[in-house]
């Protein structure tokens, strides 16, 4: 028994001790000659008369034979506070009517602590983690409510105006005020995640502008094709702006008269970091010798410095078939059909 690394009992059918392990006597801190031969429970002045003890000798252990992992919780007199696991098994023999009673302990006070202290953490990161998703609710539903305002303010300004072009301006940055409710919009949605589904997203932008800006009468048709790739919410709200400023170029000038089968196209595709966007049209095209500019003020300010903080590059390809301006951060070929 002095080999047996936990403490060990042997208990006889009355739960005398018959002999107990090294390791029980510095364990609990008891004196052999304390210990054999008298009842358990009667041990270091009735330290050990424990009921879940009591539960488990007297009336588990009669039925079952054996028992694992029973925890018992019990504040020693000698060693304080502690949380042991009782293993138990009754010995039969052959040739004898007596039994005896083999009962182990495993000290997991340490453990348990541990354990506790673990599960406060959890607790209290689930609470803030709670807390810190109300915040953001809170915020989303400000920014919307904040985008809404700004939109309808300048909505409302382009009415009132008398200058065409001071209206056209304001309805331009209407339009962006709109691509950045899109996407955020699109991020409440999507329970906030940071990685939002890019087609989507520029599916719901684009039918927002075809709506505000595509009269009945006008046969225009904006059209998306995108993968299932993902980008970041910044990454989203950069190509989001992009998008918006070729799309509104687009739909004012590609098209000076009605014309069948006008087309203006948004491709993107993606391979793992990479990415290519495309905005293509079939109209007019853009006479490209003159200066490079694709739109014209700050449409032209925004798209540039958008492709800069994206870290990529813009080609511009135009003809008397119509307008494409690809945005790229990849080395792939496009596979996406074009407007023109």
Not at 51 to 78: N, S
Not at 212 to 226: D, Y
Not at 240 to 258: H, M, Q, R, S, W
Request: proline share 3%; net charge negative.
């Amino acid at each position: 028994m002095n080999t047996i690394h936990e403490p060990l009992l042997v208990l006889d059918a009355r739960f005398n001790v018959v002999g107990a392990s090294r390791s029980f006597y510095e364990t609990f801190k008891v004196d052999p000659a304390q210990t054999q031969g008298r009842l358990l429970y009667s041990l270091g002045d009735g330290q050990w008369d424990i009921p879940a003890l009591r539960l488990l000798l007297e009336t588990i252990i009669p039925e079952h034979t054996a028992m694992d992992g029973f925890e018992v919780i019990h504040d020693f007199p000698t060693i304080g506070p502690r949380t042991m696991l009782l293993n138990a098994r009754k010995v039969l023999y052959e040739t004898s009517s007596d039994i005896a009673i083999l009962l182990a302990f495993t000290d997991v006070t340490d453990r348990r602590a541990l354990e506790q202290a673990r599960d406060v953490r959890y607790e209290r990161a689930e609470e803030l983690l709670r807390q810190k998703q109300i915040l953001l609710q809170e915020m989303e539903h400000r920014v919307a409510n904040s985008l809404q305002i700004i939109a309808s303010i300048l909505m409302l300004k382009a009415r009132l105006v008398t200058s065409e072009e001071t209206r056209r301006h304001l309805r331009d940055a209407h339009q962006r005020v709109m691509s950045v409710a899109s996407v955020q919009s699109h991020l409440h949605a999507s329970d906030g995640v940071e990685q939002i589904e890019v087609g989507s997203y520029l599916v719901k932008l684009c039918d927002s502008l075809a709506a505000s800006m595509i009269g009945e009468s006008q046969p225009i048709v904006l059209q998306v094709m995108a993968d299932e790739g993902m980008a970041g919410s910044a990454q989203a709200v950069s190509m989001g702006l992009i998008v918006t400023e070729l799309v509104i170029n687009a739909l004012k000038y590609a098209f000076p008269v009605d014309k069948a089968g006008s087309l203006v196209m948004v491709t993107y595709e993606s391979k793992g970091e990479d990415w290519k966007l495309i905005v293509s049209d079939n109209g007019v095209g853009k006479d490209l010798s003159a200066a490079s500019e694709i739109v014209g003020g700050l449409g032209t300010v925004i798209v540039q410095a958008l492709v800069k903080q994206l870290g990529a590059k813009m080609e511009v390809v135009s003809s008397p078939a119509g307008l494409s301006v690809a945005i790229t951060r990849a080395s792939f070929a496009s596979n996406m059909p074009q407007a023109a």
